[in-house]
């Protein structure tokens, strides 16, 4: 295969010119490498490189002006802005950073294609003004905001021609002003170029570049190399050849000479292969599969292509083995990587910091980060441990005993000021490199590291040098604008092995294997997405590019890939629920309905290879040190909760109350129902406990009614830990939570006004008592009822639950009291027998009434416990018989705890 740099050098060379003393203009760098090595081979012996410069390069070497960046030309923006605009009605620079970084891309546009700015900036104020007259009455009389609204627009002009100043008096410029006058200088008559241009491998010029380009061509000091084929050429419905049409069409330089290199590479022998794959994994699990069929001669002829950046790591991680060397061209944005999203929540964390403290799930975020792991590990986890028990939701210093040299309070230390964060980020890179350095030696934590330093530098210099970065919202911005343009390059050997890149570093270079990735419409071509103030309509009118330009640039990348290409490969997510998932690109389409004869054009399905997930119960033997631990929690009594925790699952018991592993809670921003349930148990005690014992009356409710709020409030703060108001969903359910309270007592006092006794034996009263089994020895058991009362002499063993409840889960068949102990829905059942066979050890009593009051089915009133043939209910109160029934399932279930020859069997729940 001849590439079309070998053909460019080909032609360069039978033309007889010297390949050494041009300078080449290329859309990337890695065209220019590419234009160094040929030359350098076909050169003996080789001197010294060419001169290969980027589009850009060549603009400002001709315009003789710095480009910068556009994150650091915004100040110099807001100095232009300040110069028009009334003191009285100029924004902070906060509020400028808002509107301004689009109003500076529109200028790029305007400069880049030459707009007349007076022109166009009436014409935008004019259009502004119509479509805001279009939603209002012609006759109404303008507000204040649509004033100033118009007169935005009336003053873009003047921003931009102080902008205009203010770069020149610098000597700087934004991007379009450069192009600006590097199209002047190429128009001037004083402007003589040292050397001959040679442009290669471009194709959608700015009218600025096209101009320049023309001169440079009419006065014999260029010369221009398409990429064209004929196949698209010859077709002008076909939108991968749209600039080249007009530039043969429209260029004076075509009037006298013949647009060559037009080459016919499209329309011969390829094999195409469409393959529709599920999700990003399906994806690269496709691609891999192909290129592990591949010999290492046919590796290094081949080009990975990722139309989708984020699938760069997925596709390195799953390289078959016979892939030894590779190059990656494409950079990874250090924006996806662990190391930004630390440093952005760190300034995230100190800029919405309050009075309050620091809000709990930004604090979380830091130190859940794998690098602050890296530097703290027991200190992190030890104040994400402290923040989830105590519900903490603004986190303060005094919250922890933190030492100040720990890399803990580096980061939680209150920052107020720009300055402050930028040094503090220096002192935590430092101290995450001497981390690094000495554990993990990872050369990509390093270099994440690196390129994360040089973003906190531009910071720096940025903070220094203007006065109006003010405040961490401001600088926050400025960070967020950078890291995206910050690139994590990947070292390799560009002309060995397997390249990897993505769809733009792909210009003006050929491989003979082409295997595209993520070629879905919304990724290829990414469709309309545009970041500008400048109306569809005016940037037509005006000559401006839309979308549909930029949907014709990527089909021209697309469709010039295959012009040399033997074949392609291109695989697109068919997956239909995820976004850019299912809809396969048009540009595939097309490559069904339009291809040439000599293509052979296959669509398949890939399925990935999933191995099938067998997954088996856990056991877990019982061992001396199992049984230890187990004597232990008999001797300071086995609860209900835990007991039943067993039957849910031994392998929870094991790991809850044998290991004392327990399961961490989240922070509840919002109440949860256990804490709900929490509160509401809480309160009710404390109403009731100078109550007990005594025959209620209605002066004793009335009394109860007036101390609800207090007991609530109480209750509130120490559940959850705060002094604030309940708000948001907070105060919906602090409100949930009074109205149960309120209907406990209403329900209380209806009781009573029916003439009925209400005695409240005990609240929250603690039960406890010591069996004593054959071949264990004694055994304690425990368990805190709710609540215990009696309605006319009638016992009531009560438990509250903030969940719900049903009838069967509180029943149990006279037939099966097995059940108890190997049915975990039967958990609420045992339970409350439990609390009556507890209470029956302290007081003596023929029959009671046990059961439940669920807090979310208030209305059902007390579920009581029953024994049941499916529908029909044997009995409904608690006597000796079922506590005799129900000892000895307890007694069973105990000595199943204890026997070592029955190991711990893990249950799928």
């Given at each position: 295969m001849i590439t079309f740099i070998d053909q460019v050098l080909d032609d360069l060379t039978a033309a007889g010119n010297n390949l050494l003393e041009q300078s080449y203009v290329v859309p990337s760098r890695r065209v220019g490498l590419m234009i160094n090595r040929s030359i350098i081979s076909r050169v003996d012996p080789p001197i010294f490189e060419p001169t290969t410069l980027s589009i850009q390069e060549f603009v400002e070497q001709l315009s003789q002006v710095q480009i910068l960046p556009d994150l650091e030309i915004l100040p110099y923006f807001y100095k232009a802005y300040l110069d028009v605009e009334p003191k009285e009605k100029q924004d902070s620079f906060e509020a400028?950073?808002?509107?301004?970084?689009?109003?500076?891309?529109?200028?790029?546009?305007?400069?880049?294609?030459?707009?007349?700015?007076?022109?166009?900036?009436?014409?935008?104020?004019?259009?502004?003004?119509?479509?805001?007259?279009?939603?209002?009455?012609?006759?109404?009389?303008?507000?204040?905001?649509?004033?100033?609204?118009?007169d935005f627009w009336k003053k873009l002009h003047r921003y931009y021609r102080a902008m205009v100043d203010v770069c020149k008096q610098n000597d700087i410029a934004y991007q379009g002003l450069a192009y600006r006058l590097a199209f002047a200088k190429a128009?001037?008559?004083?402007?003589?170029?040292?050397?001959?241009?040679?442009?290669?491998?471009?194709?959608?010029?700015?009218?600025?570049?096209?101009?320049?380009?023309?001169?440079?061509?009419?006065?014999?000091?260029?010369?221009?190399?398409?990429?064209?084929?004929?196949?698209?050429?010859?077709?002008?419905?076909?939108?991968?050849?749209?600039?080249m049409r007009e530039f043969k069409s429209n260029w004076k330089f075509y009037e006298s000479h013949p647009f060559e290199q037009i080459r016919q590479n499209y329309s011969g022998s390829k094999n195409l292969k469409v393959i529709g794959a599920t999700g990003n994994l399906g994806m690269v699990q496709a691609a891999s599969e192909l290129i592990s069929h591949y010999e290492p001669d046919e590796l290094k002829k081949t080009a990975i292509i990722l139309a989708d950046e984020q699938l760069l790591l997925p596709f390195l991680q799953a390289l078959p083995k016979n892939v030894s060397n590779y190059n990656v061209t494409m950079g990874l944005s250090l924006d996806k990587l662990p190391i930004a999203t630390l440093f952005k929540d760190l300034f995230k964390l100190h800029r919405e910091r309050t009075d309050q403290g620091f809000y709990f799930k930004n604090v979380v975020r830091v130190l859940e980060s794998p690098f602050v792991n890296l530097l703290s590990p027991v200190e992190s986890q030890k104040l994400l441990k402290v923040i989830r028990e105590k519900n903490i939701i603004y986190v303060t210093n005094d919250a922890f005993d933190l030492k100040e040299d720990t890399a803990i309070s580096l980061l939680l230390n209150t920052i107020t000021q720009p300055q402050q964060i930028i040094e503090r980020c220096f002192e935590l890179i430092e101290l995450l490199k001497k981390s690094i350095v000495g554990k993990t030696k990872d050369p990509l934590q390093l270099e994440q590291l690196l390129a994360m330093?040089?973003?906190?530098?531009?910071?720096?210099?940025?903070?220094?040098?203007?006065?109006?970065?003010?405040?961490?919202?401001?600088?926050?911005?400025?960070?967020?604008?950078?890291?995206?343009?910050?690139?994590?390059?990947?070292?390799?050997?560009?002309?060995?092995?397997?390249?990897?890149?993505?769809?733009?570093?792909?210009?003006?270079?050929?491989?003979?294997?082409?295997?595209?990735?993520?070629?879905?419409?919304?990724?290829?071509?990414?469709?309309?997405?545009?970041?500008?103030?400048?109306?569809?309509?005016?940037?037509?009118?005006?000559?401006?590019?839309?979308?549909?330009?930029?949907?014709?640039?990527?089909?021209?990348?697309f469709y010039r890939l295959l012009h040399r290409c033997n074949s392609a490969t291109f695989i697109y997510n068919q997956e239909s629920d995820t976004l850019g998932g299912g809809?396969?690109?048009?540009?595939?389409?097309?490559?069904?309905?339009?291809?040439?004869?000599?293509?052979?054009?296959?669509?398949?399905?890939?399925?990935?290879?999933?191995?099938?997930?067998?997954?088996?119960?856990?056991?877990?033997?019982?061992?001396?040190?199992?049984?230890?631990?187990?004597?232990?929690?008999?001797?300071?009594?086995?609860?209900?909760?835990?007991?039943?925790?067993?039957?849910?699952?031994?392998?929870?018991?094991?790991?809850?109350?044998?290991?004392?592993?327990?399961?961490?809670?989240?922070?509840?921003?919002?109440?949860?129902?256990?804490?709900?349930?929490?509160?509401?148990?809480?309160a009710l005690d404390k109403l009731y406990q100078p109550v007990q014992g005594k025959i209620l009356i209605d002066e004793d409710f009335k009394a109860i009614?007036?101390?609800?709020?207090?007991?609530?409030?109480?209750?509130?703060?120490?559940?959850?830990?705060?002094?604030?108001?309940?708000?948001?969903?907070?105060?919906?359910?602090?409100?949930?939570?009074?109205?149960?309270?309120?209907?406990?007592?209403?329900?209380?006092?209806?009781?009573?006004?029916?003439?009925?006794?209400?005695?409240?034996?005990?609240?929250?009263?603690?039960?406890?008592?010591?069996?004593?089994?054959?071949?264990?020895?004694?055994?304690?058991?425990?368990?805190?009822?709710?609540?215990?009362?009696?309605?006319?002499?009638?016992?009531?063993?009560?438990?509250?639950?903030?969940?719900?409840?049903?009838?069967?889960?509180?029943?149990?068949?006279?037939?099966?009291?097995?059940?108890?102990?190997t049915d975990y829905e039967r958990a609420k059942a045992f339970q409350v027998l439990m609390y009556a066979y507890l209470y029956s050890k302290k007081e003596v009593f023929d029959t009671a009434t046990g059961g439940i009051i669920s807090f979310k089915k208030f209305s059902d009133g007390l579920i009581s416990f029953t024994e049941?043939?499916?529908?029909?209910?044997?009995?409904?109160?608690?006597?000796?018989?079922?506590?005799?029934?129900?000892?000895?399932?307890?007694?069973?279930?105990?000595?199943?705890?204890?026997?070592?020859?029955?190991?711990?069997?893990?249950k799928e729940v």
């Open positions: 400028f950073i808002g509107w301004a970084p689009t109003i500076l891309k529109d200028f790029n546009e305007i400069d880049r294609y030459l707009v007349d700015p007076e022109g166009f900036f009436n014409y935008l104020g004019n259009y502004k003004a119509l479509d805001t007259t279009s939603h209002w009455s012609l006759d109404a009389t303008k507000t204040p905001m649509v004033t100033n609204y118009l128009k001037s008559s004083k402007t003589t170029l040292q050397n001959n241009y040679i442009f290669l491998g471009l194709n959608a010029l700015n009218t600025a570049e096209s101009q320049i380009v023309q001169q440079l061509l009419e006065d014999k000091q260029a010369s221009i190399f398409w990429d064209a084929d004929a196949y698209f050429i010859d077709r002008n419905y076909h939108e991968a050849s749209k600039f330093k040089e973003v906190i530098q531009e910071l720096a210099v940025l903070t220094r040098d203007h006065e109006n970065i003010e405040n961490l919202k401001t600088l926050t911005y400025l960070l967020r604008q950078v890291l995206p343009l910050k690139n994590l390059d990947f070292i390799g050997e560009p002309i060995q092995g397997l390249q990897i890149m993505g769809v733009l570093e792909t210009r003006a270079l050929d491989y003979e294997n082409i295997i595209m990735l993520s070629v879905n419409e919304g990724t290829l071509p990414a469709g309309k997405s545009q970041s500008s103030y400048i109306p569809y309509e005016m940037k037509r009118q005006f000559g401006m590019p839309t979308y549909s330009d930029k949907d014709s640039i990527y089909a021209y990348h809809e396969k690109s048009r540009f595939l389409l097309q490559l069904e309905v339009d291809k040439p004869d000599a293509h052979i054009l296959k669509s398949i399905n890939y399925y990935s290879k999933v191995n099938p997930v067998t997954t088996s119960l856990i056991e877990v033997p019982k061992t001396e040190a199992y049984l230890k631990r187990l004597k232990q929690i008999a001797a300071n009594g086995f609860s209900p909760s835990a007991l039943t925790s067993y039957v849910r699952n031994p392998v929870d018991f094991f790991a809850q109350k044998i290991m004392r592993i327990s399961q961490m809670d989240d922070v509840e921003e919002d109440i949860a129902f256990n804490t709900m349930g929490n509160i509401i148990h809480e009614r007036q101390r609800i709020k207090h007991e609530l409030d109480k209750a509130y703060k120490e559940c959850y830990d705060t002094s604030g108001t309940p708000l948001g969903k907070n105060k919906l359910i602090y409100e949930v939570s009074h109205h149960y309270i309120k209907m406990m007592v209403a329900a209380d006092a209806d009781l009573v006004k029916q003439g009925k006794e209400l005695i409240i034996k005990s609240v929250e009263q603690q039960l406890e008592t010591v069996i004593d089994i054959p071949e264990i020895g004694q055994v304690k058991l425990h368990g805190k009822v709710d609540r215990i009362d009696t309605v006319d002499g009638e016992l009531r063993i009560i438990d509250y639950k903030s969940g719900n409840a049903t009838k069967t889960q509180v029943s149990v068949d006279p037939a099966d009291y097995e059940a108890l102990i049941k043939q499916g529908r029909t209910v044997i009995k409904s109160s608690i006597d000796h018989e079922v506590l005799d029934r129900f000892e000895q399932q307890l007694i069973a279930l105990i000595k199943e705890l204890f026997d070592m020859n029955q190991p711990l069997t893990e």
